[in-house]
């Protein structure tokens, strides 16, 4: 048999290509990175100032107070035995099969900006989700768990709920039984990745959970970011790499000693001798990987976030614009929960810039809208407690 001599042939000549291919990139990093932050300092001194706090804090009260009627509108319309959904043209519950996703996104947010009785309500359904300690996407979908589903649940750990730590043991005890698996599905839909296998382990070390609890497979991660980088698309593969990415940087900012076991870092650790675990070409490969989101898609505002994060550059200033863009958005109406004829896409975030325009001129179907909840939350709606304060005791109303 040839076979075998000839599947080795090609993984070693994709594996050398591939060795290029980082090696040209590493090399041309602090160019890019540098090229970057001119773009962005540019970009902010193309703005005019005007009482830059006073506005930023209006803003971030109307975008809350967009949030309570949105999260109104899901409690009473788009949820399915407490799991958002969407709604079809019959006005019955579609997009079953994403749910844990969205649900965790929505508690996150809602957690983010204190939103306390709506959080604790959403994480209850979520819990009470699950199979025994199987995660589900949904009660009522039959579809085997994703990889994508897991960075759901790691999302809404962020939030540090209540039992997060028992049920998080739990998980990584599933997953060990399951050797490696998250669900039934084949390889490609529930093995856990190196780069999903890792956020699992920063999960893992962020709860201080015992080392000889890991399952093997975290044991053997290694963050891959850069790898989808370089080979991204539009669509819901892109979100997947800015979730990632999100959490990673999440994870850097809550804790010490922080090693995303990243190629760029150890290849900086091997060459300069390098003690510290997140290195300078570690931070550069972020900014990369933000600047390389943001350039396929410019007006997707997770992703701008996301590139003035890394670099630091998320100023007052900077969130004023993204939240004024956000509010200004026909794609979420100030009334109502958005529909197919403001956008194509349930989820802005991880579609094509395409299905960003309405599809059609019947509103027809009907939409969550926990995009909104997500971006309000990342740019700081329901910081200030006083503003929580008045939507408590003015209240909402509701579009019938």
């Known amino acids: 048999m040839r076979i075998r001599p000839v599947i080795f042939n090609i993984s070693l000549a994709a594996g050398v290509l591939l060795s290029v291919v980082m090696v040209l990139v ?10 970057q932050h001119a773009r962005l300092i540019s970009m902010n001194d193309s703005h005019e100032v005007l009482s830059m706090e006073d506005n930023l804090a209006r803003l971030r009260r109307e975008a809350l107070t967009r949030t309570v009627l949105y999260d109104e509108l899901i409690k009473r319309d788009m949820l399915l035995d407490g ?14 099969c994403d749910s844990l996703l969205f649900s965790s996104l929505r508690y996150y947010a809602l957690a983010s900006m204190g939103l306390k009785e709506r959080a604790t309500e959403a994480w209850a359904s979520i819990k009470a989700s699950r199979d025994g300690a199987q995660w589900l996407r949904h009660p009522r979908c039959s579809k085997s768990l994703s990889r994508d ?40 839909v529930s093995w856990l990745s190196p780069g999903i296998a890792g956020l699992l382990r920063m999960e893992a070390e962020r709860r201080h959970v015992p080392f000889e609890e890991w399952p093997w497979i975290l ?29 990673e940087i999440k994870h850097s900012k809550s804790r010490e000693g922080f090693n995303p076991r990243s190629f760029f870092g150890a290849i900086e650790r ?53 939240l004024a863009d956000l509010l200004s958005m026909s794609q979420f109406p100030m009334t109502r929960l958005p529909m197919n004829c403001d ?15 309405g599809g059609t001129d019947l509103c027809t179907r009907t939409f969550s809208g926990v995009d909104f909840l997500w971006m309000a939350s990342l740019l700081g709606a329901g910081t200030d407690e006083q503003d929580r304060q008045d939507i408590s005791d003015g209240g909402v109303p509701v579009a019938h």
Do not use: C
């Open 343 to 357: 956008r194509r896409a349930d989820y802005l975030w991880q579609r094509r810039h395409a299905e960003f325009s």
């Open 83 to 96: 799991m958002v959904v969407n709604l079809n043209a019959s006005r019955r519950p579609e997009g079953e």
């Open 219 to 247: 044991k053997q991660s290694f963050s891959s970011i850069e790898y989808d980088a370089m080979f991204l698309q539009e669509g819901y593969v892109s979100h997947l790499a800015a979730l990632d990415l999100w959490l």
């Open 270 to 322: 091997l060459v300069t001798l390098e003690k510290s675990l997140d290195t300078s070409l570690d931070v550069q490969r972020r900014q990369w990987i933000s600047g390389r989101l943001r350039a396929l898609h410019p007006e997707n505002i997770f992703y701008r976030w996301l590139d003035h994060e890394t670099f630091g550059t998320l100023t007052n200033q900077n969130q004023e614009h993204l």
């Open 149 to 188: 589903m897991i960075m759901g649940v790691l999302v809404a750990l962020k939030a540090n709920p209540e039992n997060g730590t028992v049920l998080f043991r739990t998980m990584l005890s599933e997953i060990d039984r399951r050797g490696g698996f998250v669900g039934d599905g084949p390889f490609y």
């Open 26 to 35: 590493i090399a041309n990093l602090s160019r890019i990175i540098n090229e």
